[in-house]
């Protein structure tokens, strides 16, 4: 009633989650199909391990117009430690990746969002060589840094340092913007990004903008990011580092 009274101006976008529950294959679609008179951008944060292509194109035609999926790690390895068989975890990384595919192919180039979280145990290389990887599928990456939550089973895990945060942020926005590939990225021995392929006054002004660090997530009507999601990223003071 807010939305369709004009009382949330500042609200360009709505994300309906889901959790790994059989019922949530329709509730999700149910939301969506709620919302989607009054909000034209809907993005769905979909679980992979309970629905199919199918389902997607269910999704787009309840109104969703965008997806999310929730990879998190860099590393088929990690991914296992994390979500899947390391915490008796139903979820399975080729499935992921395969509906990173479908999605795209569903809702159309950079409409589809990869979710990935730095500093949960990958090397620099590892994750910015994941974002090629979806930039390559047609998706966009949505960034995080780890932060550990109290009572969840990584909360004794630290945050990564944050000039390795910025450091992938970076190299992020522009395999995203297509300013940059990974293949021509330099990094040490143990995995550090030491240098980016592109180089000079142009990589310069790019970071002098601020705009690579800023938390990605999807695009409202105005806002190249319409996500609240990323405020529980890092502490306010961090987000100035």
Known sequence: DKIRDGDCPGV???????????????DTLTVVARISPVMERISALITPTIIDRGWLVELKEA?????????DAATEELFDET??????????WDRYWETVSEAVEVFGEMNAGVHLIVGIGETEKEIIETIQRAHDMGAFTHLFSFFPEEGSLMQDRPQ???????????ARYLIDHGSDDAREMAFSPDGTLTGYGLQGPALDEIISRGDPFMTSGCHG??????????????TPLQAYM
């Open 160 to 170: 990564p340092p944050i000039k390795q945060y910025r450091r992938v942020q970076l």
């Open 221 to 234: 009507e105005n806002l190249e990011n319409a996500c609240n999601r990323p405020f529980g990223n890092c």
């Open 12 to 26: 360009e976008r709505v994300c309906v989650s889901m959790v790994t529950n059989r019922r949530a294959v329709r």
């Open 83 to 92: 979500r899947g068989r390391g915490v008796r975890g139903p979820h399975r």
């Open 63 to 71: 109104g969703a117009d965008m997806v999310g999926i929730a990879v």
